[in-house]
């Protein structure tokens, strides 16, 4: 090491320093550590001068040019809506602008937690309903006096998950989504008259005998087995697959033979609290009868099936699905007529600047409602559930929950048994050429009534991103 007094022997003495060389010495001369090092401070001092500087023209340029087109007013609003608003409102709200991304590490840590106080809430119900005396009753959700009363059989389709092959975690996806259905309706039949439900489970699981998740839960609910030992499958992930769908499908028509609708959930769905008010009004709405622009129709033929859930991620505004523009053009309209109205009242507004001031601040709400999100935004309609609830063509992928009429699902049950399911195409995507192949229709219900918790794939054997869940 050099000390401030002692000297450098060189031909040159060379000081790099944020991008500059500082040339000291030449080859005549002894030259001391203290110049070079000096010489080196000056440079970075007159360097930091220079950005710094710099830095402040850019913004007082950019600050004039926005005064000059803008406003000084609406500067001040885009920054204490996108800097410091909607940052807090909307930094928790899967994809939107604000998210904060926290590592997949952590996530997952997070995700577990939560899954895991769950399992606990479902474990103690369960336990309490033993010890009153209910397990060995399956109860029955219907009120023989209403003679037009709806039947819908709903099914839980499970595979056990882990089994210790990814870690030791147990995520007991079952037992939750048995849980909430259970309670939710053991709640709900309590004042409704219209609709029966009959809840089972279908085990589709090729090691049956050790699955104990559901050996617990058939005490609570009847239970569907597809193999009765344990089975070794041959074919291809997808195809069994749809294969265990197809059983679930058929299975629930033929115990059910009064079920006017079948209405399949894959254990890794978790309802939310309102799902059988929006179960009953899409029915007497939309699939019972149709309800266009102010009247009802007859009961219409062509539905194949409806879907009460879709993942976040696919439900932005930017999409091939016609009504997500016309739903973003119409909230920023929305949001800027609130806004003029509120800058008119508070500051006052000429007659001839409303029109340039509502302009502006469509533009300011288009940007507010891309930031924020599609599905963030759409949370607002459970303010009214159902009432609020969108009933609209249903975009291809996934199937964790969907309602069939019992027609549709005979024609669903006929069409998936000739269609074979390979590596690329899986039963979603037999179900969207059966839609074009039949000329039959889909819909989807929005927000969905169903949240996706399975960070534990079955089909991929592995754990999936959690940014995807």
């Known amino acids: ?113 939560a899954n895991s106080q769950r399992i606990l809430q479902a474990r103690n119900y369960f336990a309490l309903l033993n010890s ?18 709806i039947t819908v059989a709903l099914s839980i389709i499970t595979v056990s998950r882990n089994r210790h092959y990814i870690d030791d975690y147990e995520p007991w996806y079952l037992t939750q989504s048995a849980w909430k259905l259970h309670s939710l309706l053991g709640k709900w039949r309590l004042r409704n008259q219209n609709i029966h439900v009959h809840l089972s489970i279908c085990n589709v699981d090729p090691a049956t005998d050790t699955y104990q998740e559901v050996q617990s839960l058939s005490k609570f609910m009847p239970v569907f087995t597809r193999f009765n030992e344990t089975h070794f499958s041959l074919v291809n992930t997808l195809e069994k697959e749809k294969q265990d769908y197809v059983y679930c499908l058929n299975k629930s028509l033929q115990v059910h033979r009064d079920a006017d609708y079948v209405f399949l959930v894959e254990d890794d769905a978790l309802p939310t609290d309102d799902v059988f008010n929006v179960l009953q009004y899409v029915t007497h709405m939309h699939t019972e009868q149709s309800f266009v622009r102010g009247e009802f129709n007859s009961k219409p033929s062509d539905v194949a099936f409806v879907k009460f859930y879709h993942p976040e991620r696919l439900l932005n505004f930017f999409s091939l699905q016609p009504e997500r523009l016309s739903e973003l053009f119409s909230y920023a309209a929305l949001l800027s007529t609130l806004l003029t109205i509120a800058y008119a009242v508070a500051c006052g507004l000429t007659t001839g600047n409303v029109d340039a001031c509502w ?24 303010v009214a559930s159902p009432l609020f609830y969108s009933y609209t063509p249903a975009p291809s992928c996934c199937t964790p929950a969907m309602l069939f009429p019992r027609r549709a699902a005979i024609h669903t049950v006929n069409y998936l048994n000739s269609s074979t399911c390979t590596s690329n195409f899986g039963k979603d995507s037999a179900l969207d050429n059966m839609l074009v192949d039949t000329r039959m229709r889909a819909y989807l219900v929005q927000p969905s009534t169903f949240t996706h918790i399975g960070v534990y794939s079955s089909l991929r054997e592995k754990i999936v991103d959690p940014l995807m869940v």
């Open 1 to 113: 090491m050099l000390a401030a007094g002692d000297v450098v022997h060189s031909e040159y003495c060379i000081c790099f320093c944020d991008w500059q060389v500082v040339w000291i010495g030449r080859a005549t001369g002894i030259i001391p550590m203290r110049r070079c090092v000096t010489a080196c401070f000056a440079v970075v001092k007159r360097r930091f001068r220079f950005v710094i500087t710099f830095t402040a023209k850019c913004i007082a340029l950019a600050c004039a040019v926005c005064r000059m087109f803008i406003g000084t007013r609406i500067i001040l609003l885009y920054a204490v809506t996108f800097l410091l608003v909607l940052p807090v409102l909307f930094h928790d709200v899967r994809h939107s602008a604000f998210y904060f991304h926290m590592n997949k590490t952590a996530l997952k840590e997070l995700m577990n937690k």
């Open 132 to 149: 009153t005396g209910f397990a060995g009753q399956h109860i029955v959700y219907s009120n023989s006096s209403s003679k037009e009363a």
């Open 359 to 382: 302009r502006k601040l469509f533009l300011y709400s288009l940007i507010v409602v891309l930031a924020c999100g599609r599905s963030g935004i759409s949370e607002w309609r459970r």
